[in-house]
T-cell receptor, first 111, second 112 residues
Framework: GQQVMQIPQYQHVQEGEDFTTYCNSSTTLSNIQWYKQRPGGHPVFLIQ?????EVKKQKRLTFQFGEAKKNSSLHITATQTTDVGTYFC???????????FGTGTRLTIIP | NAGVTQTPKFQVLKTGQSMTLQCAQD?????MYWYRQDPGMGLRLIYY???????DKGEVPNGYNVSRLNKREFSLRLESAAPSQTSVYFC???????????FGQGTRLTVV
């Protein structure tokens, strides 16, 4: 079945450093979404990428969808303590109409 | 607008007991999902339903059953709870055109 892996599993950074998480799917995706889960909370939608090679920005966050639509990345510039949480990618496949979540990257910030 | 509502928020069960986790959404979404999240881990799909009346197994369906009786509600049943089912359970829904998924607040289940 479809698998979506993320690396790294954990990332500890000093406040102000950059952070990147990578997402790889075993199958070609129709689109990819990114979610953030704060400690003790539930996942909350951040963004969706649909087109091959698409790049979107939200303030300090940059999201990219690979040309083959099988991988994606999230980059945070100059991390802040409010960025703490687990970041999940989620790939959608129109073939089975299923949203499959990645394994997540937990980001902790050292003040 | 409530979004996705899960009940209960917390539950403690004894091994062998049964219970049903309830989930309802008021966004007229077709697809609904049940995930479990173990401490420090990602989201593992238990079951999903692409439309009313249909259900499909996810990654970890053993020990669970689901029911999608109408478009709004998608319930998850544990027939005979086991300690390995101690987890946080999330229900989610999304629209047909694959807009964002909305999650419930989660059910923290402990099986002793």
């Amino acid at each position: 079945g479809q698998q979506v892996m993320q690396i790294p599993q954990y990332q500890h950074v000093q406040e102000g450093e950059d952070f990147t998480t990578y997402c790889n799917s075993s199958t070609t995706l129709s689109n990819i979404q990114w979610y953030k889960q704060r400690p003790g909370g539930h996942p909350v939608f951040l963004i969706q990428l649909v087109k091959s090679g698409e790049v979107k920005k939200q303030k300090r966050l940059t999201f990219q969808f690979g040309e083959a639509k099988k991988n994606s990345s999230l980059h945070i510039t100059a991390t802040q303590t409010t960025d703490v949480g687990t970041y999940f990618c989620a790939g959608f496949n129109f073939g089975n109409e299923k949203l499959t979540f990645g394994t997540g990257t937990r980001l902790t910030i050292i003040p | 607008n409530a979004g996705v509502t899960q009940t209960p928020k917390f539950q403690v069960l004894k091994t062998g007991q049964s219970m049903t986790l309830q989930c309802a959404q008021d966004m007229n979404h077709n697809s609904m999902y049940w995930y479990r999240q173990d401490p420090g881990m990602g989201l593992r799909l238990i079951y999903y339903s692409a439309s009313e009346g249909t259900t499909d197994k996810g990654e970890v369906p053993n020990g669970y059953n689901v029911s999608r009786l109408n478009k709004r509600e998608f319930s998850l049943r544990l027939e005979s709870a086991a300690p390995s089912q101690t987890s946080v359970y999330f229900c989610a829904s999304e629209g047909r055109m694959n807009t964002e998924a909305f999650f419930g607040q989660g059910t923290r289940l402990t099986v002793v």
